[in-house]
């Protein structure tokens, strides 16, 4: 199995910045991706920006600009800096990471999630 453990959310005023942070854990083989989601109250869940093994990122039009993730290869860990934070932004952060346990078994987990609340 694998686990992916969340932080840094929180509460921030507009214009303002947080970092989220997801560790990975377990009988990781190989990580293929590694991706931040987020699910507004009576909203879909919706991709914010995902890091690639093969070195591409991507990310939700409306964090283009302001959101940036980044990965640190030798704790299997991602980060989200987030700036000029917006009250729709709102939102509870999931982290997902998918890849394979060994050559054959592949996985997708996700994290528990972190309440972002950006608000005056």
């Known amino acids: 199995q694998v686990q992916l453990v969340e932080s840094g959310g929180g509460l921030v005023q507009p214009g303002g910045s947080l970092r989220l942070s997801c560790a990975a854990s377990?009988?990781?083989?190989?990580?293929?991706?590694m991706g931040w989601y987020r699910q507004a109250p009576g909203k879909g869940r919706e991709l914010v920006a995902v890091?690639?093994?093969?070195?591409?990122?991507d990310y939700a039009d409306s964090v283009k600009g302001r959101f940036t993730i980044s990965r640190d290869n030798t704790k299997n860990t991602v980060y989200l800096q987030m700036n000029s934070l917006k009250p729709d932004d709102t939102a509870v952060y999931l982290c997902?990471?998918?890849?394979?346990?060994?050559?054959?078994?592949?996985?997708?987990?996700w994290g528990q999630g972190t309440q972002v609340t950006v608000s005056s």
């Open positions: 997902n990471a998918a890849g394979k346990t060994d050559w054959i078994t592949g996985f997708n987990s």
């Open positions: 377990g009988s990781i083989y190989r990580l293929a991706t």
């Open positions: 890091w690639r093994s093969a070195g591409s990122t």
